[in-house]
Structure formats: C-alpha cells, structure tokens
C-alpha cells in the first residue's frame, strides 16, 4: 500500500515562496499520475495543479497558473509544488493525491499573512 507524506508547509508572509514535497513509501508512484489539492475551511476542494506519470503534461487552474508549478522526481517516488508569489487566499490545507484517488496523503498546512 503506497503510503503519501506531504512536508514544506508553513506560515510566510504574502509574495513569499514555498516548495511542498510529497513522498511516497511502501511502494512505487513511478508512472502514476498526481496531484496537488488544497481545501479550506467551509470550502470546496480545489484542484492545484497535476502531473503526467512522465512528468510530460501538467495542468493548472488559472488561479494559480503562472504561480506554481508542479513536477517529480520518478528515482526519488516524489513529487513536488513550487509556489511563488503566494497570496492570502492560497490559505490551505495542502495535499497531494494519486488523480484516480488511491492514495493520499494528510496534508501540510499554509498560511499566507498579508
């Protein structure tokens, strides 16, 4: 059973970056296609951004397009989220996903000040 550890969260200030990455253990995500979700409080889940199992496709919502960028690393069983430019309203619980929903992971929280 592929077991989903998400880590890079925290509290920074608005126009700052972070990097979420999401291990894998327990077995391999080689191939899989992934995603990163977020989801608020009193809000819907939101689709951040996905990836091919070759890391060739991606697709973005235009809320963050041209912010984030998702990609991974096959050897590593890892994918990542480099967030730029964060703004208040990126506030979430992030987590990553398998797109078929087998896996997820728990999250990891970021709050964005302004």
């Known amino acids: 059973q592929v077991h989903l550890v998400e880590s890079g969260g925290g509290l920074v200030q608005a126009g700052a970056s972070l990097r979420l990455s999401c291990a894998a253990s327990?077995?391999?995500?080689?191939?899989?296609?992934m995603g990163w979700y977020r989801q608020s409080p009193g809000k819907e889940r939101e689709i951040v951004a996905t990836?091919?199992?070759?890391?060739?496709?991606?697709y973005y919502p235009d809320s963050v397009k041209g912010r984030f960028t998702i990609s991974r690393d096959n050897a590593k069983n890892t994918v990542y989220l480099q967030m730029t430019n964060l703004k208040p309203e990126d506030t979430a619980l992030y987590f990553c996903?398998?797109?078929?929903?087998?896996?997820r992971g728990q999250g990891t929280q970021v709050t964005v000040s302004s």
């Open positions: 996903a398998s797109t078929d929903s087998r896996y």
């Open positions: 327990g077995g391999t995500i080689r191939m899989q296609p």
């Open positions: 990836i091919s199992g070759s890391g060739v496709s991606t």
